[in-house]
């Protein structure tokens, strides 16, 4: 399973134990003793999801929180506290800085595991998106249409993708631009292009609907 | 004083009256003697005329007719008497005779031969002189049977005016005496003598004047006392009457609602402008019981107790009033806060061991270690996160002990004596490590609690042992009053050296963790130190060592 965690813990024995348990799960694990060297190397490369510990050497873990959760490019790491303050305006605090999760030491860590199991679940089902009898495995990189592969380009898949994950919701053509082609100036059209070649490649042109003016949807 | 008007006015009377009578007396004495002397100069001038200058007892007969008491002398121009109707014989020269000296004035004596007062008069006349003497009129007999009779009526009049006026002024008087017995009975004086003299009406109001006086000043220094004690006070005092005005107020109470001016006599909302504790007064007004409210400001906390007042203290009416009470309990809050945050902080330390202990136990009961090497060491890591939790307790039930106000033993302790035998149970550690100890000991002894100076020199030496190098040394110097323990340790930074007496700061938590290490020793250290009085300086120096210095006296 490709999930990695990073651990931000500066008691050695916690974090080592936390190290052998995720370990257990199967997981991956990175344990970091201060916020510098978390830092260092999370610009890096970025994790899956984050075990906090507040009380650090070297800077205070909820400062760690607020500039992680400052860039949205962080959204989907989910971060989990760990931390010796029980009051409940430490979890408040947390919870509203942006973590998901606030686990109180000392921990059971067969509770500690169920949680970051249950998050991983969480993010493991919005890798795979669902819509009619089509299932995206984003992970995979597989499209499948009633147990058949069907084959897209890169930035079909992107797009149906986008469309399958808001099934039920109108996009707009430059939202579909933005998200998939990023910024800079594009042909509108492509997106037409790209969403009439999909409609071809699924061999279902009520899939994906056109609200004109609007944008596209897929039908739930 | 009803004796003196009566003698003053009986003396009065008794003058005028002697005055007027004597003036009475003297006038009449004038104008008979005025008379009898024109009288007699009439009948010289008739006795002239009549005389001829032969015709002596013819005229002697004419006057005795007039007056028998009437007595004519002719005498010659030689002073021979040539006849005299009284006397018969030779009589002497009658010249020298004042009236004979002096013609036509009367001349006034007394007679030898008639044993009388006398009045004299001459003329020359027809060749002789004509004398004529009369008898003077016994006025002083008159005057003295006047004299008697004015005497009796005079006396009359002294008992007559005497009793009335005594009467009179009695009653006069009788207000004034009442009065002057009141003021006498202030005075303290109750004898009826006093009540006679006037005199002593002004000393007595001197007197009550200067009782007056002296009750004021007391009652002057009983206020001044009594505001001296009410404003130094370390309380506040107000007191509110049935009115919702200020009666009374002093110092610190000023102080704390911010007010200078006088205020006494306004209604409270004058001197409260905090609605909260404005709410806690009326609710007292209105519900007549006890209440309290905390107040913060300034960086302090106080306590404000409002009650009702009973209606002894203001007046005799159906109504009360309030005192309002002002404590600064800053202080107990304080204690109660650094409490609050020692028990944090202690059950904050002690998670971590309880997490790697609870952590270790829960992967070897659900196999997650294979490894047995891997199995013993977690066991071990249990076993020491477990004495260190003890180590923890156990020094935070010192500190504990120490902050506490318990009575502490005193006895001799040998300084010496103690440092050996720490030494002696470190020896496993020194051992290992491979420490130099160097002792410079000399015996001292100083008075103070054994148990306590023990735990002092264990946390110093534990420190220098832990903190060490290894092959390290470290260097005890004991003199009278004075220990100093030097080691070649890792030493600390200027940055962390301030922290170092702060409970629970370790600058490196997991080397402390290796060494068992509470986070308290340092702070226990300061403590005693304080408790009994004992200077301690610290000083240290990264990779160089750490030195302790611990005065005792």
Not at chain 2, 386 to 402: E, F, G, P, S, V
Request: charged residues 25%; contains cysteine.
């Amino acid at each position: 399973m490709n999930y990695l965690i990073y651990s931000i813990e500066d008691d050695k024995d916690i974090a080592h134990i936390i190290n052998v348990m995720v370990k257990k799960q199967g997981y991956q694990i990175e344990t970091f003793y201060n916020g510098k060297s978390f830092f260092d190397t999370f610009y890096q490369k970025k994790p899956n999801m984050i075990l906090l510990d507040i009380n650090l050497p070297d800077i205070n873990g909820l400062e760690i929180l607020k500039r992680i959760r400052s860039d949205v490019s962080n959204d989907d790491i989910d971060i989990i506290i760990i931390s010796a303050n029980r009051l409940v305006i430490d979890k408040v605090d947390g919870l509203d800085l942006g973590a998901d999760d606030y686990i109180e030491k000392p921990f059971d860590i067969l509770e500690l595991m169920s949680r970051i199991n249950a998050h991983v679940r969480r993010f493991k089902r919005s890798r795979i998106i669902q819509a009619g009898n089509v299932i995206i495995d984003k992970d995979a990189h597989i499209v499948k249409k009633d147990d058949q592969i069907i084959s897209l380009t890169s930035k079909e898949f992107d797009i149906l993708a986008l469309l399958c994950e808001n099934k039920g919701n109108v996009i707009s053509r430059d939202i579909i631009l933005n998200s998939i082609w990023g910024n800079g100036s594009y042909e509108s059209r492509t997106v037409d292009m790209h969403i009439k070649s999909i409609r071809n490649k699924l061999n279902d042109n009520d899939f994906i609907q056109t609200v004109y003016g609007v944008g596209y949807r897929v039908r739930v | 004083m009803k004796r003196r008007i009566t003698i003053t006015n009986v003396l009065i009377l008794f003058c005028s009256s002697l005055l007027l009578l004597l003036s009475f007396f003297f006038f009449l004495y004038d104008f008979n003697l005025k008379n009898e002397k024109q009288e007699i100069a009439n009948y010289l001038n008739i006795v002239c005329e009549v005389y001829d200058g032969e015709n002596n007892e013819q005229v002697g007969e004419i006057i005795k007719k007039i007056d028998n008491s009437m007595r004519l002398t002719i005498i010659a121009k030689d002073g021979q008497v040539l006849y005299d109707s009284s006397v018969n014989g030779e009589l002497e020269s009658h010249l020298e005779r004042p009236e004979i000296v002096n013609l036509g004035s009367v001349s006034y004596r007394y007679s030898n031969t008639l044993k009388t007062k006398m009045l004299y008069i001459a003329a020359f006349d027809d060749g002789n002189y004509v004398r004529l003497a009369i008898k003077a009129n016994d006025i002083n007999r008159i005057i003295n049977s006047m004299l008697i009779v004015e005497l009796v009526v005079f006396m009359l009049l002294i008992a007559i005016s005497s009793y009335s006026i005594n009467k009179i002024s009695k009653k006069v008087l009788l207000p004034i005496k009442q009065e002057m017995i009141k003021l006498g009975t202030i005075v303290g004086d109750n004898s009826d003598y006093y009540a006679d003299n006037i005199n002593v009406i002004s000393n007595n109001i001197d007197h009550i004047q200067k009782l007056i006086n002296e009750k004021v000043e007391s009652l002057e220094k009983e206020k001044n006392k009594i505001n001296f004690i009410i404003n130094s006070l370390q309380q506040g005092l107000v007191i509110l009457n049935e009115d919702k005005n200020i009666v009374l107020i002093n110092d610190y109470a000023k102080k704390i609602f911010e007010t200078n001016i006088d205020i006494i006599g306004n209604n409270y909302l004058y001197l409260v402008r905090d609605k909260n504790i404005q709410e806690k007064i009326e609710n007292v007004y209105q519900n007549k019981q006890v209440d309290s409210y905390e107040l913060k400001q300034n960086n302090s906390t106080y306590l404000l107790t409002f009650a009702p007042l009973g209606q002894e203290w203001l007046d005799d009416t159906n109504t009360f009033g309030i005192s309002i009470i002002i404590v600064d309990i800053s202080g107990i809050r304080n204690v109660e806060k650094m409490k609050k945050e020692f028990f944090a902080n202690a059950s904050h330390e002690l998670k971590s061991p309880l997490t790697t202990i609870i952590g270790y136990q829960q992967l070897i009961a659900n196999d997650l270690i294979s490894d047995e090497e891997e199995k013993k060491k977690a066991i071990n890591k249990t076993l020491k996160e477990a004495n260190r939790m003890n180590n923890i307790i156990k020094d935070m039930l010192d500190i504990a002990r120490l902050e506490g106000d318990i009575k502490r033993s005193y006895s001799k302790v040998d300084l010496k004596q103690i440092i050996e035998d720490t030494l002696d149970l470190y020896s496993q550690e020194i051992k290992e490590n491979h420490l130099v100890i160097n002792k410079f000991l000399t015996d001292t002894y100083i008075i103070g609690n054994e148990s306590d100076v023990t735990k002092l020199i264990k946390n110093i030496i534990d420190n220098a042992i832990k903190y060490n190098k290894k092959g390290g040394k470290i260097n005890i110097t004991l003199t009278p009053y004075e220990l100093i323990v030097e080691d070649s340790g890792i030493g600390i930074s200027e940055n962390d050296l301030k922290h170092v007496f702060e409970r629970f700061y370790r600058v490196d938590k997991t080397k402390s963790k290796e060494m068992l290490g509470t986070g308290l020793g340092l702070s226990i250290v300061k403590h005693i130190c304080q408790t009994y009085n004992y200077t301690i300086t610290f000083d240290s120096q990264i990779d160089v060592g750490s030195k302790v210095k611990i005065k005792f006296k």
